[in-house]
């Protein structure tokens, strides 16, 4: 049953995260820790999301590596942002365009539009199936090739591991 | 050693501060809300990495680091959702943006300001 194996990760993942943060071993604390795993597993179950795309473990050094690649991104536009508003570039040439994405996950489409989001200069407005519609600060900026690279690295990021639901 | 971890810590914290009042300043002077949003994120990113990154390098080295590296990471996760909350709101409410190239600091001058109605300082 699927459903227990990616419940017995997260309640495992929970218990980790819990004990990591709080460093108590008395019984009560672990008695009130099992609680807040029982109560956080019931919540999940009930927003379905105790499935494969809750359960990122095998992904997590792939997606530590795109997240350097991505700090670096965010830096420059970071500084094309800030140039802005300081007034060293008086000009900014706001633009919406639409992005073809080439993953089919759903987990993969949260990375990618999220990153776009996360980077200063562009926001994602709308996800419409493989569509994203994006505003960007500068035309220029946000070019069609920047997003290739991205939705590239974001997709093989999320993708491995098997197939998810689209 | 200490004194200078503590320097650094400082600054970064210190440069952090100034990042995100750049944010905040852009909020001020950018002329729509999508634009405004692209300010926001400034503090959102920046500001918050070059704040946590400075208080990791002032804390004792240990589960602090750790911790200080989990709410940097839950940032990184929540805030774009606000963002693109945001953005998808004013856009489904019939919000357009103001596209082209325009020198923003023009305000009532610029054409579009002009059509729009919009009376900016």
Not at chain 1, 54 to 74: H, N
Not at chain 2, 29 to 39: G, S
Request: no cysteine.
């Amino acid at each position: 049953m699927r459903f227990m194996t990616y419940g017995f990760g997260l309640a495992a993942a929970l218990a980790v995260f819990w004990f990591a943060m709080s460093g108590e071993t008395s019984p009560l604390f672990l008695g009130l820790s099992v609680i807040a795993v029982l109560a956080t597993l019931w919540i999940s179950a009930r927003l379905k999301v105790v499935d494969r795309d809750g359960s990122p473990y095998l992904r997590v050094l792939p997606l530590m590596l795109y997240t350097g690649w991505l700090l670096g991104e965010i830096i420059k536009a970071n500084l094309a942002v800030v140039t802005r508003i300081v007034g060293i570039r008086q000009s900014i040439d706001p633009a919406m365009m639409e992005i073809r994405t080439g993953t089919r996950t759903s987990l993969g489409k949260a990375l990618f539009a999220n990153s776009i989001t996360l980077t200063p200069g562009t926001v994602t407005v709308d996800v419409d199936g493989q569509v994203l519609k994006v505003h960007a600060l500068v035309r220029e900026n946000a070019g069609a090739d920047s997003f290739t690279d991205m939705d590239r690295r974001s997709s093989r990021a999320a993708d491995i591991g098997g197939k998810g639901r689209d | 050693m200490a004194d200078a971890l503590h320097w650094v810590g400082g600054g970064l914290v210190a440069i952090g501060a100034i990042w995100s009042i750049m944010g905040a300043v852009g909020v001020l002077r950018f002329p729509d809300v999508y634009t405004r949003i692209h300010a926001a994120s400034l503090t959102d990113t920046g500001g918050a990495t070059l704040m946590l990154l400075g208080m990791a390098f002032l804390a004792e080295p240990g589960i602090v680091t750790l911790k200080l590296f989990f709410v940097w990471a839950f940032v990184m996760l929540t805030t774009p959702t606000a963002s693109n909350a945001l953005a998808s709101a004013a856009y489904s409410s019939g919000h357009r943006p103001r596209i082209g190239n325009f020198e923003f600091m023009r305000g009532n001058d610029s054409p579009e300001a002009a059509t729009k109605g919009e009376s900016r300082p």
